[in-house]
């Protein structure tokens, strides 16, 4: 029996975690559990995704949020320390770019469990944004580099570690299309709104970048309202946005704010929106999987697949590219193509 140990913390981890999850489930020799660091922890942020979208119970929660990186890092790090050898792991997963993150990579390296990261190979080659040095450190640490994309494989080659790089697609991609098939069923969020196809855009807030001072938030939304004009923006507010412009009082007057919302009610809110603006790093791609076209706000993204593919554009660029053809991010099958990986690997 080996034992496989999945770390998340934040919204897109339990998302990604979702369908891995599920494939993991299937391998027999496999016993597969959980660690919730808390990073996120309102019900809206974290538990609705487990109970939605079917995914393990935490067998820890470590209930640490808040805080500034290095005490968030540090205090996530300490109690994996502890934790990781009562699990006897074999293997450690990693999503994404987040503070959990980097502390479930750096406990785990040290103990000399191999860690496995999905969502490999992104950069943004903004070293100011604090998930850019995130991905940096994970991606030169871990054993495993699980990539979404060629164009993520080519940055680890320019790197020098692309020996521990696969390719396998995105699993975001395989969790939206099983859910793009359900949310119609499921969530009854455009009824409850009262909003039908195309008559409201979708906008959403939480990176650092924009809520981090009074100025770049007020730029952001005073985007979003003069946008607001043509159609109503429904804006499910994020818990570190919310914060901001309560305290730097920036006045979200003219948009349509809710609180975070699920991911079925996401995925149907997004696939009947006219546009989406987003600074978020899933949505850009759910947009595209779901072509929507999508603004996004931020001065680069690290999805740049989006972007010449027509669907995306930086909302500082007047224009879409014309419209291509392509499917960059696999075949809608990554997660079993991990558990291929790991199974070799173990
Ligand atoms: N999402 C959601 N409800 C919301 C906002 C976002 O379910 O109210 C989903 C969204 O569909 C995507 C993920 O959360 O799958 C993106 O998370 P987030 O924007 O927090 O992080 P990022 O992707 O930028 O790392």
Redesign the pocket.
């Known amino acids: 029996m080996k034992n496989i140990v999945t770390i998340v913390g934040?919204?897109?981890q339990f998302?990604k975690a979702a369908p891995l999850g599920m494939a993991l489930a299937k391998v027999e020799n496999f016993r597969h559990r959980l660690i919730h660091t808390g990073q996120h922890f309102d019900a809206?942020m974290s538990e609705i995704?487990f109970k939605e979208l079917g995914i393990q119970a935490p067998e820890f929660n470590l209930g640490i949020n808040g805080k500034t990186h290095g005490v968030l890092t540090g205090r996530i790090l300490e109690a994996l320390d502890e934790i990781l050898p009562q699990l006897k792991a074999d293997m450690v997963i990693i999503y994404?770019?987040?503070d959990s993150t980097l502390a479930g990579c750096l406990s785990a390296v040290k103990m000399h469990i191999p860690v496995a990261h999905v969502e490999a190979g992104l950069r943004s080659f903004n070293r100011k944004m604090p998930?850019e040095i995130n991905r940096v450190l994970v991606d030169h640490a871990s054993d495993i580099l699980l990539c979404p994309s060629v164009e993520a494989m080519s940055n680890l080659e320019k790197e020098g570690i692309i020996s521990k790089a696969h390719i396998v697609g995105d699993v975001?991609y395989d969790?939206?299309l099983m859910a793009s098939q359900k949310a119609g069923n499921i969530s009854t969020i455009l009824e409850e709104l009262e909003l039908k196809q195309n008559n409201y855009s979708l906008a959403?807030i939480?990176?650092a970048e924009n809520t981090e001072s009074k100025e770049t938030l007020e730029a952001v939304i005073s985007f979003l309202k003069e946008a607001a004009r043509n159609k109503p923006i429904i804006l499910?507010l994020?818990p570190r946005t919310r914060i901001a412009a309560e305290r730097f009082g920036v006045s979200l007057a003219g948009l349509t704010t809710i609180?975070?919302?699920?991911?079925f009610?996401?995925?149907q809110l997004?696939q009947h929106a006219n546009i989406l603006y987003?600074?978020?790093?899933?949505?850009?791609k759910?947009s595209f999987f779901l072509q929507i076209p999508c603004v996004t706000l931020r001065g680069e993204t690290e999805w740049v697949e989006t972007i010449k593919a027509g669907y995306n554009r930086l909302w500082q660029t007047p224009e879409f590219l014309p419209r291509q053809k392509i499917a960059p991010y696999g075949d809608g099958h990554a997660a079993a193509k991990i558990v291929e990986v790991i199974k070799h690997t173990l």
């Open positions: 934040a919204r897109p998302i809206n995704f994404g770019d987040t998930e975001m969790m939206c959403t939480h990176r499910p994020h609180d975070p919302v699920g991911y009610d996401m995925i997004l987003t600074d978020s790093g899933g949505l850009q759910e």
